[in-house]
Nanobody
Framework: QVQLVESGGGLVQAGGSLRLSCAASGRTFSSYAMGWFRQAPGKEREFVAAITWSGGSTYYADSVKGRFTISRDNAKNTVYLQMNGLKPEDTAVYYC???????????????????WGQGTQVTVSS
């Protein structure tokens, strides 16, 4: 069982920055790949970014590529999402998720992840 707790959300003006954090419980954090997803009101959940267990590979949605950066600190059991150049359309609840190192399935699909956090709200004003 893995417990994930997101933090760092808030209200920011367009063009601003936020850094989300996701703290994971357990001693096997380094064996999990991690992902960030988001869900805006009235919309389906969508993939944002993912990082492999080692941090050696990262994946991004086209809508955030070049603006967001995912990283992890295995010593701190934490994954981060640095969000720069925020736009009003980035407004959503952001969720982190984890999946076992050797789990199959696409990094881009929520169904490929096993554990989810409770989410943190990000609101970008125009």
């Amino acid at each position: 069982q893995v417990q994930l707790v997101e933090s760092g959300g808030g209200l920011v003006q367009a063009g601003g920055s936020l850094r989300l954090s996701c703290a994971a419980s357990g001693r096997t954090f380094s064996s999990y790949a991690m992902g960030w997803f988001r869900q805006a009101p009235g919309k389906e959940r969508e993939f944002v970014a993912a990082i492999t267990w080692s941090g050696g590979s990262t994946y991004y949605a086209d809508s955030v590529k070049g603006r967001f950066t995912i990283s992890r600190d295995n010593a701190k059991n934490t994954v981060y999402l640095q969000m720069n150049g925020l736009k009003p359309e980035d407004t959503a609840v952001y969720y982190c998720a984890s999946r076992q190192r050797y789990r199959g399935g696409s990094y881009y699909t929520g169904a490929s992840y096993d554990y989810w956090g409770q989410g943190t709200q990000v609101t970008v004003s125009s």
